[in-house]
Protein backbone atom coordinates (compact mmCIF):
# COMPACT_ATOMS: atom_id res chain seq x y z
CA UNK A 1 0.00 0.00 0.00
CA UNK A 2 2.61 2.34 0.97
CA UNK A 3 4.73 1.11 -1.67
CA UNK A 4 1.89 1.86 -4.11
CA UNK A 5 1.24 5.02 -3.14
CA UNK A 6 4.94 6.40 -3.22
CA UNK A 7 4.92 5.02 -7.15
CA UNK A 8 1.78 7.12 -7.63
CA UNK A 9 3.35 10.24 -6.48
CA UNK A 10 6.11 9.37 -8.59
CA UNK A 11 4.30 8.67 -11.46
CA UNK A 12 2.14 11.60 -10.96
CA UNK A 13 4.59 14.36 -10.55
CA UNK A 14 6.54 12.65 -13.77
CA UNK A 15 4.01 12.65 -15.23
CA UNK A 16 3.10 16.43 -14.32
CA UNK A 17 6.38 17.35 -15.65
CA UNK A 18 6.22 15.97 -19.42
CA UNK A 19 2.33 17.54 -19.19
CA UNK A 20 4.09 21.06 -18.57
CA UNK A 21 6.45 20.52 -21.39
CA UNK A 22 4.49 18.89 -23.43
CA UNK A 23 1.63 21.80 -23.26
CA UNK A 24 3.90 24.26 -23.90
CA UNK A 25 5.33 22.47 -27.66
CA UNK A 26 1.22 22.16 -28.33
CA UNK A 27 0.44 25.68 -27.51
CA UNK A 28 2.87 27.02 -29.61
CA UNK A 29 2.30 24.04 -32.33
CA UNK A 30 -1.15 25.42 -32.08
CA UNK A 31 -1.02 28.62 -33.09
CA UNK A 32 1.57 28.74 -35.83
CA UNK A 33 2.48 25.69 -36.40
CA UNK A 34 6.00 25.45 -35.37
CA UNK A 35 7.99 22.63 -33.83
CA UNK A 36 9.47 24.21 -31.47
CA UNK A 37 13.06 22.52 -30.84
CA UNK A 38 14.58 24.62 -28.48
CA UNK A 39 12.02 24.05 -26.21
CA UNK A 40 14.76 22.16 -23.87
CA UNK A 41 17.39 24.92 -24.48
CA UNK A 42 14.85 27.23 -22.64
CA UNK A 43 14.90 25.06 -19.56
CA UNK A 44 18.87 25.05 -19.71
CA UNK A 45 18.62 29.09 -20.22
CA UNK A 46 16.22 28.86 -17.25
CA UNK A 47 19.00 26.65 -15.31
CA UNK A 48 22.04 28.72 -16.35
CA UNK A 49 19.97 31.87 -15.25
CA UNK A 50 19.30 30.54 -11.61
CA UNK A 51 22.86 29.36 -11.05
CA UNK A 52 24.44 32.74 -12.34
CA UNK A 53 22.13 34.68 -9.58
CA UNK A 54 22.67 31.74 -6.92
CA UNK A 55 26.44 31.56 -7.18
CA UNK A 56 27.39 34.73 -8.99
CA UNK A 57 25.17 37.02 -6.92
CA UNK A 58 25.24 34.94 -3.85
CA UNK A 59 21.47 35.14 -3.63
CA UNK A 60 20.34 31.77 -2.13
CA UNK A 61 17.25 32.61 -0.71
CA UNK A 62 14.39 30.48 -2.89
CA UNK A 63 12.05 32.96 -2.72
CA UNK A 64 14.05 34.92 -4.86
CA UNK A 65 15.41 32.02 -6.98
CA UNK A 66 12.24 30.21 -8.23
CA UNK A 67 10.83 33.83 -9.77
CA UNK A 68 14.09 34.46 -11.24
CA UNK A 69 14.32 30.63 -12.97
CA UNK A 70 10.05 30.91 -14.00
CA UNK A 71 10.82 34.92 -15.08
CA UNK A 72 13.62 34.35 -17.32
CA UNK A 73 12.26 31.64 -18.88
CA UNK A 74 9.05 33.95 -20.09
CA UNK A 75 11.68 36.68 -20.96
CA UNK A 76 13.53 34.19 -23.15
CA UNK A 77 10.73 32.29 -25.03
CA UNK A 78 9.54 36.16 -25.98
CA UNK A 79 13.09 36.92 -26.57
CA UNK A 80 13.21 34.04 -29.40
CA UNK A 81 10.02 34.62 -30.78
CA UNK A 82 11.15 37.91 -31.45
CA UNK A 83 14.53 37.53 -33.15
CA UNK A 84 14.84 33.81 -34.31
CA UNK A 85 10.74 32.96 -35.11
CA UNK A 86 9.30 36.27 -36.35
CA UNK A 87 11.60 36.45 -39.21
CA UNK A 88 10.16 33.52 -40.53
CA UNK A 89 7.00 33.46 -39.73
CA UNK A 90 5.93 32.85 -42.99
CA UNK A 91 7.88 30.22 -44.47
CA UNK A 92 7.48 26.90 -44.69
CA UNK A 93 7.10 24.60 -41.78
CA UNK A 94 10.58 23.11 -42.06
CA UNK A 95 12.32 26.26 -42.12
CA UNK A 96 11.00 27.01 -38.71
CA UNK A 97 11.86 23.81 -37.05
CA UNK A 98 15.43 24.49 -38.81
CA UNK A 99 15.55 27.71 -36.87
CA UNK A 100 14.82 26.13 -34.03
CA UNK A 101 17.51 23.03 -34.37
CA UNK A 102 19.51 26.40 -35.06
CA UNK A 103 18.74 28.31 -32.13
CA UNK A 104 19.13 24.98 -29.84
CA UNK A 105 22.74 24.58 -30.80
CA UNK A 106 23.61 27.74 -30.44
CA UNK A 107 22.35 27.95 -26.94
CA UNK A 108 24.25 24.92 -25.72
CA UNK A 109 27.91 26.09 -27.58
CA UNK A 110 27.40 29.77 -26.36
CA UNK A 111 26.95 27.36 -22.70
CA UNK A 112 29.81 25.58 -23.14
CA UNK A 113 31.93 28.11 -24.36
CA UNK A 114 30.96 30.88 -21.73
CA UNK A 115 30.58 28.26 -18.78
CA UNK A 116 31.75 25.25 -19.43
CA UNK A 117 31.12 21.17 -20.52
CA UNK A 118 30.68 20.34 -16.48
CA UNK A 119 27.94 20.30 -14.55
CA UNK A 120 27.66 23.41 -12.15
CA UNK A 121 25.26 22.64 -9.10
CA UNK A 122 22.54 25.07 -8.03
CA UNK A 123 22.90 24.50 -4.39
CA UNK A 124 19.97 26.27 -2.66
CA UNK A 125 17.37 23.77 -3.45
CA UNK A 126 17.59 21.82 0.06
CA UNK A 127 14.27 22.01 0.61
CA UNK A 128 12.81 20.49 -2.10
CA UNK A 129 14.48 17.20 -2.12
CA UNK A 130 14.03 16.93 1.63
CA UNK A 131 10.87 14.35 2.47
CA UNK A 132 7.79 14.74 4.28
CA UNK A 133 6.31 11.83 6.06
CA UNK A 134 2.60 11.13 6.23
CA UNK A 135 2.01 8.27 8.64
CA UNK A 136 4.66 5.89 7.56
CA UNK A 137 4.79 7.14 3.52
CA UNK A 138 7.83 9.27 2.74
CA UNK A 139 7.21 11.75 0.08
CA UNK A 140 10.15 14.07 -1.58
CA UNK A 141 8.58 17.40 -1.09
CA UNK A 142 9.48 18.07 -4.98
CA UNK A 143 6.77 15.73 -5.93
CA UNK A 144 4.62 17.21 -4.06
CA UNK A 145 5.13 20.59 -5.18
CA UNK A 146 4.99 19.56 -8.64
CA UNK A 147 2.05 17.86 -9.07
CA UNK A 148 0.25 20.36 -6.94
CA UNK A 149 2.07 23.11 -9.33
CA UNK A 150 1.10 21.34 -12.45
CA UNK A 151 -2.41 20.80 -11.28
CA UNK A 152 -2.45 24.57 -10.78
CA UNK A 153 -0.79 26.23 -13.70
CA UNK A 154 -3.60 24.21 -15.83
CA UNK A 155 -6.03 25.38 -14.29
CA UNK A 156 -4.80 28.80 -14.76
CA UNK A 157 -4.50 28.03 -18.19
CA UNK A 158 -8.14 26.77 -18.70
CA UNK A 159 -9.60 29.66 -17.14
CA UNK A 160 -7.26 31.81 -19.28
CA UNK A 161 -8.50 30.30 -22.45
CA UNK A 162 -12.04 30.35 -21.73
CA UNK A 163 -12.34 33.49 -19.81
CA UNK A 164 -9.81 35.82 -21.81
CA UNK A 165 -10.53 37.80 -25.24
CA UNK A 166 -6.38 37.01 -26.09
CA UNK A 167 -7.49 33.38 -25.17
CA UNK A 168 -10.24 32.12 -27.16
CA UNK A 169 -8.08 34.09 -29.57
CA UNK A 170 -5.77 31.51 -29.48
CA UNK A 171 -7.80 29.21 -29.25
CA UNK A 172 -9.30 30.30 -32.78
CA UNK A 173 -5.98 30.48 -33.99
CA UNK A 174 -5.35 27.09 -33.79
CA UNK A 175 -7.71 26.80 -36.55
CA UNK A 176 -7.97 30.18 -38.40
CA UNK A 177 -5.19 32.54 -38.29
CA UNK A 178 -6.82 34.97 -41.28
CA UNK A 179 -10.50 34.70 -39.32
CA UNK A 180 -8.73 35.89 -36.04
CA UNK A 181 -7.01 38.74 -38.01
CA UNK A 182 -10.32 39.47 -39.57
CA UNK A 183 -11.48 39.90 -35.81
CA UNK A 184 -8.85 42.92 -35.47
CA UNK A 185 -6.53 40.78 -33.09
CA UNK A 186 -3.40 41.08 -33.83
CA UNK A 187 -1.61 37.98 -35.45
CA UNK A 188 1.71 39.13 -33.22
CA UNK A 189 -0.20 39.72 -29.91
CA UNK A 190 -1.71 35.53 -30.09
CA UNK A 191 2.02 33.97 -31.00
CA UNK A 192 3.78 36.47 -28.31
CA UNK A 193 1.51 35.19 -25.94
CA UNK A 194 1.58 31.71 -26.82
CA UNK A 195 5.40 31.92 -26.56
CA UNK A 196 5.01 33.41 -23.09
CA UNK A 197 2.67 30.63 -21.39
CA UNK A 198 5.05 27.70 -23.49
CA UNK A 199 7.75 29.82 -21.71
CA UNK A 200 5.88 30.12 -18.11
CA UNK A 201 5.01 26.49 -17.96
CA UNK A 202 8.79 25.68 -19.08
CA UNK A 203 10.16 27.51 -16.57
CA UNK A 204 8.16 25.77 -13.87
CA UNK A 205 9.56 22.90 -15.09
CA UNK A 206 13.19 24.14 -15.39
CA UNK A 207 12.66 24.66 -11.48
CA UNK A 208 12.00 20.58 -11.08
CA UNK A 209 14.22 19.70 -13.10
CA UNK A 210 16.82 21.61 -11.49
CA UNK A 211 15.43 20.34 -7.83
CA UNK A 212 15.88 16.66 -9.08
CA UNK A 213 19.21 17.05 -10.46
CA UNK A 214 20.86 19.80 -8.39
CA UNK A 215 22.74 20.22 -11.50
CA UNK A 216 22.75 22.37 -14.53
CA UNK A 217 24.78 21.69 -17.86
CA UNK A 218 24.44 22.77 -21.59
CA UNK A 219 22.42 19.47 -22.49
CA UNK A 220 19.62 19.60 -19.31
CA UNK A 221 17.07 20.72 -21.20
CA UNK A 222 17.37 17.96 -24.03
CA UNK A 223 16.09 14.70 -22.43
CA UNK A 224 13.00 16.32 -20.98
CA UNK A 225 12.18 17.98 -23.63
CA UNK A 226 12.15 14.35 -25.42
CA UNK A 227 9.94 12.91 -23.48
CA UNK A 228 7.36 15.97 -23.42
CA UNK A 229 7.73 15.67 -27.42
CA UNK A 230 6.95 11.67 -27.20
CA UNK A 231 4.01 13.10 -24.74
CA UNK A 232 2.42 15.21 -26.90
CA UNK A 233 2.58 12.77 -29.78
CA UNK A 234 0.74 10.08 -27.39
CA UNK A 235 -1.67 12.71 -26.80
CA UNK A 236 -2.20 14.29 -30.60
CA UNK A 237 0.22 16.74 -31.57
CA UNK A 238 -1.38 20.22 -31.34
CA UNK A 239 -3.80 19.15 -28.63
CA UNK A 240 -3.57 21.02 -25.67
CA UNK A 241 -5.68 18.15 -23.38
CA UNK A 242 -3.90 15.79 -25.42
CA UNK A 243 -0.37 17.43 -24.10
CA UNK A 244 -1.85 17.02 -20.65
CA UNK A 245 -3.14 13.21 -20.91
CA UNK A 246 0.12 11.87 -22.99
CA UNK A 247 2.23 13.57 -20.35
CA UNK A 248 0.57 11.65 -17.49
CA UNK A 249 0.16 7.98 -19.47
CA UNK A 250 4.12 8.77 -20.39
CA UNK A 251 4.77 9.21 -16.54
CA UNK A 252 2.81 6.23 -15.11
CA UNK A 253 4.17 3.93 -18.37
CA UNK A 254 7.67 5.04 -17.33
CA UNK A 255 7.23 4.63 -12.78
CA UNK A 256 5.63 1.33 -13.68
CA UNK A 257 7.94 0.06 -16.17
CA UNK A 258 10.51 0.54 -13.14
CA UNK A 259 8.17 -1.49 -11.25
CA UNK A 260 7.31 -3.91 -12.99
CA UNK A 261 10.68 -4.30 -14.95
CA UNK A 262 13.25 -6.96 -13.48
CA UNK A 263 16.80 -5.47 -12.40
CA UNK A 264 18.52 -6.82 -15.56
CA UNK A 265 16.09 -5.35 -17.66
CA UNK A 266 15.48 -1.94 -16.57
CA UNK A 267 18.39 -0.83 -19.25
CA UNK A 268 15.62 -1.52 -21.56
CA UNK A 269 12.81 0.51 -20.15
CA UNK A 270 12.40 3.50 -22.55
CA UNK A 271 13.05 0.56 -25.42
CA UNK A 272 9.91 -0.85 -23.76
CA UNK A 273 7.80 2.25 -24.00
CA UNK A 274 9.06 3.69 -27.21
CA UNK A 275 7.96 0.17 -28.50
CA UNK A 276 3.70 0.66 -27.15
CA UNK A 277 4.11 4.32 -28.34
CA UNK A 278 5.34 2.69 -31.74
CA UNK A 279 2.22 0.33 -31.80
CA UNK A 280 -0.03 2.87 -30.05
CA UNK A 281 0.35 5.33 -33.64
CA UNK A 282 -0.09 2.41 -35.96
CA UNK A 283 -3.44 2.32 -34.19
CA UNK A 284 -4.11 6.04 -33.75
CA UNK A 285 -1.36 7.52 -35.97
CA UNK A 286 -3.16 11.32 -34.60
CA UNK A 287 -2.95 10.06 -30.70
CA UNK A 288 -4.96 9.75 -28.43
CA UNK A 289 -6.85 12.99 -28.74
CA UNK A 290 -5.94 14.41 -32.02
CA UNK A 291 -7.19 14.92 -35.11
CA UNK A 292 -6.54 13.25 -38.32
CA UNK A 293 -5.82 15.97 -40.99
CA UNK A 294 -8.62 16.72 -43.26
CA UNK A 295 -8.23 17.48 -46.63
CA UNK A 296 -11.70 19.24 -47.36
CA UNK A 297 -12.68 21.48 -49.77
CA UNK A 298 -11.80 25.03 -50.55
CA UNK A 299 -14.22 26.48 -47.41
CA UNK B 1 -16.62 56.26 -48.44
CA UNK B 2 -14.53 53.28 -49.78
CA UNK B 3 -12.19 53.63 -53.03
CA UNK B 4 -10.14 51.07 -54.64
CA UNK B 5 -7.90 51.93 -57.58
CA UNK B 6 -6.00 49.52 -60.10
CA UNK B 7 -5.59 46.68 -57.51
CA UNK B 8 -3.69 43.96 -58.76
CA UNK B 9 -2.90 40.12 -57.04
CA UNK B 10 -0.60 37.76 -57.84
CA UNK B 11 -0.02 34.41 -57.23
CA UNK B 12 3.53 33.76 -58.27
CA UNK B 13 3.62 34.31 -62.04
CA UNK B 14 -0.37 34.22 -61.79
CA UNK B 15 -2.36 37.18 -61.70
CA UNK B 16 -5.46 36.88 -59.94
CA UNK B 17 -6.66 40.03 -60.57
CA UNK B 18 -5.91 42.86 -62.56
CA UNK B 19 -5.30 46.46 -62.08
CA UNK B 20 -9.06 46.47 -60.51
CA UNK B 21 -10.95 49.69 -59.63
CA UNK B 22 -14.30 50.03 -57.58
CA UNK B 23 -15.63 52.59 -55.49
CA UNK B 24 -18.26 52.41 -52.83
CA UNK B 25 -20.41 55.51 -51.33
CA UNK B 26 -21.48 55.92 -48.27
CA UNK B 27 -24.43 54.08 -47.33
CA UNK B 28 -24.23 52.55 -50.38
CA UNK B 29 -25.08 48.32 -51.16
CA UNK B 30 -22.78 47.38 -53.51
CA UNK B 31 -22.43 43.61 -55.15
CA UNK B 32 -18.97 42.60 -56.88
CA UNK B 33 -20.54 39.69 -59.47
CA UNK B 34 -18.44 36.89 -61.55
CA UNK B 35 -18.30 33.47 -62.12
CA UNK B 36 -16.46 30.62 -59.87
CA UNK B 37 -12.89 31.80 -60.26
CA UNK B 38 -13.27 35.17 -61.17
CA UNK B 39 -10.81 36.80 -58.66
CA UNK B 40 -13.79 38.06 -56.52
CA UNK B 41 -12.01 36.61 -53.12
CA UNK B 42 -8.87 37.15 -54.42
CA UNK B 43 -9.95 40.82 -54.59
CA UNK B 44 -11.47 41.04 -51.42
CA UNK B 45 -8.74 39.29 -49.03
CA UNK B 46 -6.44 41.99 -51.16
CA UNK B 47 -8.74 45.02 -49.87
CA UNK B 48 -8.47 43.37 -46.28
CA UNK B 49 -4.90 42.70 -46.33
CA UNK B 50 -4.81 39.17 -46.10
CA UNK B 51 -3.25 38.73 -49.32
CA UNK B 52 -0.33 41.46 -50.63
CA UNK B 53 -1.68 43.41 -53.21
CA UNK B 54 1.07 43.36 -55.85
CA UNK B 55 -0.06 46.92 -57.22
CA UNK B 56 -2.85 49.63 -56.50
CA UNK B 57 -4.29 51.94 -53.78
CA UNK B 58 -7.24 51.95 -51.12
CA UNK B 59 -8.73 54.81 -49.80
CA UNK B 60 -11.50 54.26 -47.02
CA UNK B 61 -13.33 57.31 -45.85
CA UNK B 62 -10.29 60.10 -47.43
CA UNK B 63 -7.22 58.35 -45.76
CA UNK B 64 -5.18 56.43 -47.65
CA UNK B 65 -5.27 52.40 -46.53
CA UNK B 66 -2.81 50.59 -48.82
CA UNK B 67 -0.32 49.79 -46.55
CA UNK B 68 -2.24 48.79 -43.45
CA UNK B 69 -2.72 45.65 -42.07
CA UNK B 70 -5.66 43.60 -41.51
CA UNK B 71 -5.70 44.13 -37.95
CA UNK B 72 -5.65 48.25 -38.40
CA UNK B 73 -7.98 48.26 -40.96
CA UNK B 74 -10.46 46.51 -38.62
CA UNK B 75 -10.18 49.10 -36.40
CA UNK B 76 -10.91 51.74 -38.90
CA UNK B 77 -14.33 50.29 -39.08
CA UNK B 78 -13.75 47.75 -42.63
CA UNK B 79 -14.41 43.83 -41.73
CA UNK B 80 -14.83 41.15 -44.21
CA UNK B 81 -17.67 37.94 -43.62
CA UNK B 82 -15.38 35.60 -45.44
CA UNK B 83 -16.75 33.17 -48.09
CA UNK B 84 -17.16 29.70 -46.54
CA UNK B 85 -18.38 31.49 -43.14
CA UNK B 86 -15.70 30.19 -41.20
CA UNK B 87 -16.98 30.55 -37.91
CA UNK B 88 -14.97 29.25 -34.87
CA UNK B 89 -15.92 26.11 -35.18
CA UNK B 90 -14.66 24.95 -31.59
CA UNK B 91 -15.64 28.03 -29.49
CA UNK B 92 -19.36 28.57 -28.69
CA UNK B 93 -22.03 31.11 -29.94
CA UNK B 94 -21.21 33.04 -27.27
CA UNK B 95 -16.89 33.06 -27.69
CA UNK B 96 -17.71 33.92 -31.51
CA UNK B 97 -19.76 37.29 -30.91
CA UNK B 98 -17.38 38.17 -28.45
CA UNK B 99 -14.09 37.55 -30.35
CA UNK B 100 -16.29 40.02 -33.33
CA UNK B 101 -15.66 42.73 -30.43
CA UNK B 102 -12.14 42.01 -29.72
CA UNK B 103 -11.18 45.42 -30.66
CA UNK B 104 -13.70 46.85 -28.39
CA UNK B 105 -13.35 48.15 -24.78
CA UNK B 106 -17.13 48.73 -23.98
CA UNK B 107 -18.21 45.95 -22.09
CA UNK B 108 -21.87 47.17 -21.86
CA UNK B 109 -22.26 47.91 -25.48
CA UNK B 110 -20.53 44.87 -26.16
CA UNK B 111 -23.45 43.26 -24.12
CA UNK B 112 -26.11 45.71 -25.64
CA UNK B 113 -25.29 44.47 -29.12
CA UNK B 114 -25.17 40.61 -28.36
CA UNK B 115 -28.53 41.38 -27.44
CA UNK B 116 -29.76 42.70 -30.62
CA UNK B 117 -28.34 39.77 -32.84
CA UNK B 118 -29.81 37.22 -29.97
CA UNK B 119 -33.21 39.65 -30.72
CA UNK B 120 -32.43 39.03 -34.58
CA UNK B 121 -31.47 35.18 -34.92
CA UNK B 122 -33.34 33.32 -31.54
CA UNK B 123 -31.51 30.24 -32.99
CA UNK B 124 -27.98 32.01 -31.60
CA UNK B 125 -29.74 32.33 -28.53
CA UNK B 126 -30.73 29.05 -27.92
CA UNK B 127 -27.45 27.31 -29.02
CA UNK B 128 -25.34 30.24 -27.29
CA UNK B 129 -23.71 28.04 -25.18
CA UNK B 130 -23.02 25.28 -28.01
CA UNK B 131 -20.16 24.83 -30.19
CA UNK B 132 -20.28 26.73 -33.61
CA UNK B 133 -19.85 23.19 -35.76
CA UNK B 134 -23.28 21.93 -34.51
CA UNK B 135 -24.92 25.00 -36.04
CA UNK B 136 -26.37 23.92 -39.38
CA UNK B 137 -25.05 26.24 -42.58
CA UNK B 138 -27.72 29.03 -42.05
CA UNK B 139 -27.08 29.74 -38.45
CA UNK B 140 -23.64 29.71 -39.13
CA UNK B 141 -23.63 32.26 -41.54
CA UNK B 142 -25.94 34.84 -39.12
CA UNK B 143 -23.34 34.45 -36.32
CA UNK B 144 -20.44 34.67 -39.16
CA UNK B 145 -22.40 37.98 -40.13
CA UNK B 146 -23.48 39.27 -36.48
CA UNK B 147 -19.62 38.31 -35.60
CA UNK B 148 -18.81 40.84 -38.22
CA UNK B 149 -20.68 43.30 -36.75
CA UNK B 150 -19.61 42.83 -33.52
CA UNK B 151 -16.85 45.18 -34.40
CA UNK B 152 -19.70 47.95 -35.55
CA UNK B 153 -17.59 48.42 -38.78
CA UNK B 154 -18.81 50.95 -41.35
CA UNK B 155 -18.28 48.83 -44.33
CA UNK B 156 -18.91 45.64 -44.55
CA UNK B 157 -17.79 43.75 -47.33
CA UNK B 158 -19.56 39.78 -47.64
CA UNK B 159 -17.70 36.87 -49.23
CA UNK B 160 -20.90 35.07 -50.80
CA UNK B 161 -22.96 34.98 -48.23
CA UNK B 162 -25.74 32.54 -50.03
CA UNK B 163 -22.75 29.89 -50.86
CA UNK B 164 -24.83 26.72 -50.17
CA UNK B 165 -27.57 27.40 -48.21
CA UNK B 166 -31.13 27.04 -49.07
CA UNK B 167 -33.15 29.13 -50.74
CA UNK B 168 -35.38 30.04 -47.95
CA UNK B 169 -32.33 30.77 -45.15
CA UNK B 170 -30.64 33.06 -48.59
CA UNK B 171 -33.80 34.90 -48.23
CA UNK B 172 -34.02 35.52 -44.80
CA UNK B 173 -29.85 36.72 -44.98
CA UNK B 174 -30.79 39.05 -47.51
CA UNK B 175 -33.58 40.68 -45.45
CA UNK B 176 -31.42 41.18 -42.38
CA UNK B 177 -28.54 42.90 -45.38
CA UNK B 178 -31.77 45.17 -46.36
CA UNK B 179 -32.59 46.18 -42.74
CA UNK B 180 -28.76 46.40 -41.69
CA UNK B 181 -28.78 49.32 -44.71
CA UNK B 182 -30.79 51.33 -42.28
CA UNK B 183 -28.78 50.87 -39.71
CA UNK B 184 -26.26 53.11 -41.33
CA UNK B 185 -23.69 50.04 -42.75
CA UNK B 186 -22.20 50.66 -45.89
CA UNK B 187 -21.78 47.23 -47.62
CA UNK B 188 -20.37 45.24 -50.82
CA UNK B 189 -21.66 41.97 -51.25
CA UNK B 190 -19.99 39.00 -53.22
CA UNK B 191 -22.22 36.81 -55.35
CA UNK B 192 -21.71 34.66 -57.60
CA UNK B 193 -25.60 34.46 -58.08
CA UNK B 194 -26.39 37.85 -59.46
CA UNK B 195 -30.56 37.05 -59.29
CA UNK B 196 -31.62 38.12 -56.11
CA UNK B 197 -28.60 40.16 -54.92
CA UNK B 198 -29.90 42.66 -57.84
CA UNK B 199 -33.23 43.23 -56.48
CA UNK B 200 -31.76 45.65 -53.16
CA UNK B 201 -28.15 46.46 -54.88
CA UNK B 202 -27.68 49.83 -55.67
CA UNK B 203 -24.45 49.10 -57.87
CA UNK B 204 -23.19 46.20 -59.81
CA UNK B 205 -19.31 45.37 -60.83
CA UNK B 206 -18.94 41.99 -62.92
CA UNK B 207 -15.61 40.74 -62.45
CA UNK B 208 -14.21 37.83 -64.76
CA UNK B 209 -10.66 36.44 -65.27
CA UNK B 210 -9.23 39.01 -63.10
CA UNK B 211 -10.74 42.03 -65.05
CA UNK B 212 -13.58 44.22 -64.61
CA UNK B 213 -15.99 43.58 -67.22
CA UNK B 214 -19.13 45.69 -65.93
CA UNK B 215 -19.64 48.81 -64.08
CA UNK B 216 -23.13 50.04 -63.36
CA UNK B 217 -26.94 50.44 -61.55
CA UNK B 218 -28.21 47.12 -61.02
CA UNK B 219 -30.51 48.49 -63.38
CA UNK B 220 -28.09 48.71 -66.15
CA UNK B 221 -27.11 45.34 -65.30
CA UNK B 222 -30.15 43.62 -65.50
CA UNK B 223 -31.01 45.09 -68.61
CA UNK B 224 -27.98 44.71 -70.42
CA UNK B 225 -28.72 40.79 -71.56
CA UNK B 226 -25.43 40.62 -72.86
CA UNK B 227 -23.66 40.96 -69.76
CA UNK B 228 -25.58 39.00 -67.78
CA UNK B 229 -25.59 35.72 -70.03
CA UNK B 230 -21.36 35.80 -71.27
CA UNK B 231 -20.49 36.31 -67.54
CA UNK B 232 -23.42 35.04 -65.23
CA UNK B 233 -25.16 32.53 -67.05
CA UNK B 234 -28.73 34.27 -66.53
CA UNK B 235 -30.83 35.76 -69.00
CA UNK B 236 -31.30 39.35 -68.91
CA UNK B 237 -34.70 41.05 -68.34
Redesign the interface.
Known amino acids: MEYLLQQSMNALSLGGEYALLALGLAIVFSVMGLVNFAHGDMITFGGYAMFLVAAGMGIANPALLLPVGVLSVVLFAMFLEKVAFKPVRGAPPTTGMLTAFGVSILIQNVALIFVGTRAKSVPTMDFLISNVTIGSVRIPVVQILETAVTVIAIALLVVFLRRT?IG??M??A???V??????????DRVIATAFAISGFLAGLATVFVLARRGAVDPFMGFTPVLKAFVAAVIGGFGSLPGAVIGGLVLGVAEVMMQVVLPESMAGFRDAFIFTAVGVLLLVRPQGILGERPDFGE?? | MFKAENVSVSYGPIRAVRDVSLTVGEGEIVTLLGPNGAGKSSLISAIIGLVPKTGGRIAFRDEDVTVLGTEALVCRGMTVTPEGRRVFAELTVAENLRLGAATRGDPDGIAEDTEKFLEMFPILRRRFHSAAKYLSGGEQQMLAISRSLMSRPRFLMLDEPSLGLAPRIVDQIFEFLIQLRTWGVTMLVVEQNAGEVLEFADRAYVLASGAMQFSGTAEDLRQSGGVMEMYLGLEGH
Request: hydrophobic content about 45%.
Open positions: TMARAARDSTVRLMGVRAKS
